[in-house]
């Protein structure tokens, strides 16, 4: 994953272990603070995040065409900021992953995973709102 350092703008690749960590860029030596956004995901991707990271993800499988997801996009943006450092929030486009669906038996969107140590903790469809996915990423973390 590619991170961009604040300070000096100058473009960093971050190991799928460290996105949930503060880093250092390699030119100015300033912080680069944990994701807070939310990650759009492929399946090698979410493969390689799942197994390293050593915080719970909330992945969020969803589609462009999907009212109730683009509905539901800001409260996920504010889960990922507001846990930054203690949760990922990956991104998952159906319709460009359809295995990514199979594997997690994903019949509709949204669909909320949430895994932890590459586990499967919780998996809900529907829209909900941040207050109830952070409760579930803190619960995961507490497991």
Do not use: Y
């Not at 960093?12 to 250092?24: S, V």
């Not at 030119?27 to 990271?53: F, H, K, Y």
């Not at 460009?96 to 140590?117: D, M, T, Y």
């Amino acid at each position: 994953m590619i991170r961009t350092c604040a300070s000096c703008g100058t473009q960093t690749l971050i190991d799928g272990e460290h996105l949930a960590e503060i880093g250092m860029c390699g030119t100015c030596q300033g912080l680069l603070p944990p994701a807070s956004e939310p990650i759009e995901v492929d399946t090698a991707m979410l493969t390689q995040v799942t197994r390293v990271t050593r915080v719970p993800i909330l992945v969020v499988f969803e589609a462009p065409w999907c009212g109730q997801c683009r509905k539901m996009a800001p409260e996920v943006r504010k889960v990922a900021k507001s846990m930054a450092g203690k949760a990922l929030v990956l991104r998952v486009d159906t319709e460009k992953n359809p295995e990514l669906s199979a594997r997690f038996h994903i019949l509709g969107v949204p669909s909320l995973v949430i895994l932890n140590q590459g586990k499967l903790v919780l998996k809900q469809g529907g829209a909900v709102d941040s207050p109830q996915m952070e409760a579930w990423l803190l619960s995961s973390a507490a497991k």
